[in-house]
């Protein structure tokens, strides 16, 4: 699977929030589910057991968790937690990449959004952990690149083995799959600038260490163009960027990047999280954009419903939803979509928590019904049937 990611900092958008954007596509349809972990006061040390791996107890609460994993793992691709806390994960390959070694990069994903709540407290404990037990990503051996932010800042971890480097995001920031980290570093890995240098991989002039040059096991061309279109795109968006913009610049981008993909490459999920200081955070989750480009806007604060936690969102059928019909549904319920989430947002901060949760069901289950009330109307029929154009195209003839 590939994944593009995208940030934008709360000076590079409309209501001063900071947007996090994903958007994963491939050749072979990976299903992604959405799911909420609520919050628990042990660890996940049994979760993790089978890899004969085990954290210290968090010693408090963990957060609510509202993400999406691959179908029957453990571990998020990209989630958000109710401390408005969000990341997301790609791959590269490194010359340090091990399969062998600790957790995965969804594992990781998920413990730091349980455990954590600000951008920095997360990569304190991302690193911590990297450095500790090292990254399992399967047979692959990929290494992971960390996109993590909160409602103020920003910030890409990429890792390799059990070494990293860190780097601050801007006003906005795309991140691909490949490391684009070189001596714009803020910081390294304890020992690894002596690594690179011992292995000769980096002379020993005095210059700063070239983190990507050092360690990139091969050149990767396409994620380099992907992620170059997605830096422009940001650029010519900057300050006028909100949600709606937001789920709008994924869309092109993949149609972007159709040209240097490979053949039959297919866009299958895109999300937006929205992170306000004080406001509710929003995961704004389109689960099937090649058909339907429709959001769903769905809370971190609120209890997941039964359909989404189970995977059973209804899906329309080709003869129900042509092109035509899809764009037509998108501009009837995405409006209605977005003015609920608006009107909950703003009423949100007058409510208790129960309250909050009992609302935000509500309105997510209102757009389920919403949804599958249009998936199962009939393609309306042609207006013109085929004894008129008959007599049509006679009398053009005559």
Aim: aromatic share 8%.
């Amino acid at each position: 699977m590939k994944s593009d990611m995208v940030v934008a900092l709360g000076q590079a958008t409309v209501q001063q929030q900071t947007l996090l954007g994903r958007i994963d596509f491939g050749i072979d349809p990976a299903l992604l589910d959405v799911c909420r972990i609520d919050p628990s006061y042990h660890s996940e040390e049994d979760a993790l057991a089978p890899r004969g791996l085990t954290l210290p107890l968090a010693g408090r609460q963990s957060h609510a968790v509202l993400g999406c994993r691959h179908a029957g793992s453990w571990g998020l691709t990209h989630g958000c937690n109710d401390a408005h806390l969000a990341i997301g994960i790609s791959s590269w390959t490194s010359r340090l990449a091990d399969p062998s070694l600790g957790f995965s990069g969804p594992d990781l994903v998920r413990l730091a959004l349980q455990r954590t709540k600000s951008a920095q407290q997360a990569v304190e404990f991302l690193t911590e952990t990297i450095e500790t037990h090292g990254q399992f990503n399967g047979p692959s051996g990929d290494d992971t690149i960390f996109l993590v932010a909160d409602a103020r800042e920003s910030l890409v971890l990429e890792a390799a083995g059990k070494h990293w480097a860190l780097q601050e995001c801007l006003a906005t920031r795309a991140v691909s799959d490949t490391a684009l980290i070189r001596q714009d570093w803020r910081r390294l890995a304890p020992g690894l600038a002596d690594m690179i240098i011992e292995h000769d991989w980096h002379r020993d002039d005095g210059s700063k260490i070239d983190y990507c040059g050092s360690l990139c096991q091969r050149v990767e061309h396409e994620p380099m163009r992907r992620w170059s279109k997605a830096t422009m795109a940001l650029a010519m968006q900057e300050r006028a960027i909100d949600p709606w913009c937001m789920r709008q610049l994924l869309s092109e981008h993949f149609e972007a990047c159709e040209p240097i993909l490979s053949p039959g490459t297919t866009w299958f999920g895109s999300g937006v999280f929205a992170l306000d200081a004080v406001k509710p955070a929003i995961f704004w989750h389109c689960p099937d954009p090649g058909r339907v480009p429709l959001y769903f806007p769905l809370f971190v604060d609120a209890a997941l419903p039964a359909i989404w936690a189970q995977g059973d969102l209804p899906r329309p059928t080709r003869r129900r939803f042509g092109d035509a019909r899809a764009s037509h549904v998108v501009e009837m319920l995405q409006p209605q979509f977005d003015r609920d989430a608006e009107e909950f947002i703003e009423a949100a901060l007058r409510m208790d928590p129960a309250e909050r949760s009992a609302r935000g069901r509500e309105i997510m289950e209102s757009h389920l019904d919403l949804w599958a009330r249009e998936c199962r109307k009939e393609q309306p029929r042609p207006i013109a049937s085929r004894r008129i154009i008959a007599d049509v195209q006679s009398f053009i003839s005559e």
